[in-house]
């Protein structure tokens, strides 16, 4: 029987390894959500995933505040502002940025995914990046609550799961 694996006979907690993880309660927590305008068809989508996640963890509306920008380029300036102020556990960035119709798109892509990281390392503020980057907008759309669920959702989750990290870590 080798369904032994080299984890458990290596491991050093005897079958009971400790982890830690976050919980997907999002009761006293506060989020700002980033949305970009350009493509919003797909943007609004997204930004219903994310709130319908917060919502149903336990999030109150009150503390979950939307912040719309014109596109995918304008997000990490957004966010970095919203972490620096205080007033957030985590930041949500939702954007699509569609290749067919975007010069320069991996240009514009790296940077903007530079940038959300750069903010989320500097002000220690977990940034949820529901940042999509797509062929065509079946594609998009597929990501936003079709074939291949809601990235939104997925985002948020992650910003909860993250803020119960955080706060586990002392
Ligand atoms: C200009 C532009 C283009 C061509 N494509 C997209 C896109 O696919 N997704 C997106 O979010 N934004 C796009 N933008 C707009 C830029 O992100 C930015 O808003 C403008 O260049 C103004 O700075």
């Known amino acids: 029987d080798f369904s ?5 006979f290596s491991d050093p907690h005897k079958g009971k390894p400790v982890a830690l993880e976050g919980d997907l309660s999002a009761e006293g927590m506060r989020f700002a959500i980033v949305v970009a305008r350009w493509n919003a068809v797909i943007t609004d989508r997204l930004l219903q ?15 979950v505040e939307i912040v719309r920008v014109p596109g995918a380029w ?27 119709e975007t010069a320069h798109y991996e240009a514009i892509y790296n940077e903007v995914s ?33 074939k291949a669920g809601n990235k939104g959702f997925e985002a948020a989750a992650a910003a909860i799961e993250m803020v119960s990290i955080h706060r586990k870590i002392t």
């Open 4 to 8: 032994f694996t080299f984890w458990e």
């Open 49 to 63: 995933g994310s709130l319908d996640a917060l919502y149903r963890s336990g999030a109150k509306r009150s503390d």
């Open 74 to 100: 304008e997000i990490p300036s957004a966010a970095r502002k919203l972490a620096e102020s205080g007033k957030f556990h985590a930041i949500v960035t939702l954007g699509v940025l569609l290749r067919g």
């Open 114 to 146: 530079r940038g959300i990281g750069q903010s989320q390392q500097e002000t220690g503020i977990p940034h949820a990046f529901g940042v999509l980057t797509c062929e065509t907008l079946e594609q998009a759309l597929d990501r936003a609550g079709l």
